[in-house]
């Protein structure tokens, strides 16, 4: 079977083609979607972090003044 001189089997692999290239797009979106909430999740891991160091250097320390 010819379509406009075509055979049909080109056709498809065409498509096919075209619907691998929109899966490895669904793919890379998804990849970039995970990646951003990773960093998001560390960044505010790495943040509390942080501002308990912060917390703790505001506090005077109890053991320096016993011991001195």
Do not use: C, D, H
């Not at 049909?8 to 990849?31: D, H, P, T």
């Not at 972090?49 to 005077?60: D, M, S, T």
Request: glycine share 6%.
């Amino acid at each position: 079977m010819l379509i406009l001189g075509i055979p049909w089997w080109v056709f498809m692999f065409i498509l096919f083609i075209f619907i691998s290239g929109y899966m490895a797009f669904r793919a890379m979106v998804a990849e970039r979607r995970l990646e951003k909430q990773f960093i998001e999740s560390q960044g505010q891991v790495y943040m509390e972090r942080i501002e308990k160091e912060r917390i703790q250097k505001k506090q005077p320390k109890n053991t320096e003044q016993i011991s001195g």
